[in-house]
């Protein structure tokens, strides 16, 4: 089993940043990829980004340019710098990971962008 635990959502004014983190634990060797989705209010979850084990990255083009996703592999932790923030970011953001044939979410963490 993993546990996934995000961090770092608030309240920001457009324009600004934040970094989510995601602190995984349990069970951690093995894990492949790894993601950040969120999901706004009355629409359906969406992917952001994607980081390999190996550093190989792809981003959702509403976010590309804008989100840097990382990882610390010897901490167990999944990263996302958000800059350049939108109202249209708004959403509860949820890490996900993949080990072997098992997919694993966090409860979220929430970000809210004012205009």
């Known amino acids: 089993q993993v546990q996934l635990v995000e961090s770092g959502g608030g309240l920001v004014q457009a324009g600004g940043s934040l970094r989510l983190s995601c602190a995984a634990s349990?069970?951690?060797?093995?894990?492949?990829?790894m993601d950040w989705y969120r999901q706004a209010p009355g629409k359906e979850r969406e992917w952001v980004a994607t980081?390999?084990?190996?550093?190989?990255?792809n981003y959702a083009d509403s976010v590309k340019g804008r989100f840097t996703i990382s990882r610390d592999n010897a901490k167990n932790t999944l990263y996302l710098q958000m800059n350049s923030l939108k109202p249209e970011d708004t959403a509860l953001y949820y890490c996900?990971?993949?080990?072997?044939?098992?997919?694993?979410w966090g409860q979220g963490t929430q970000v809210t962008v004012s205009s």
């Open positions: 996900h990971a993949l080990r072997y044939a098992t997919y694993y």
């Open positions: 349990g069970d951690t060797t093995r894990i492949s990829f």
């Open positions: 980081i390999s084990n190996g550093g190989y990255t």
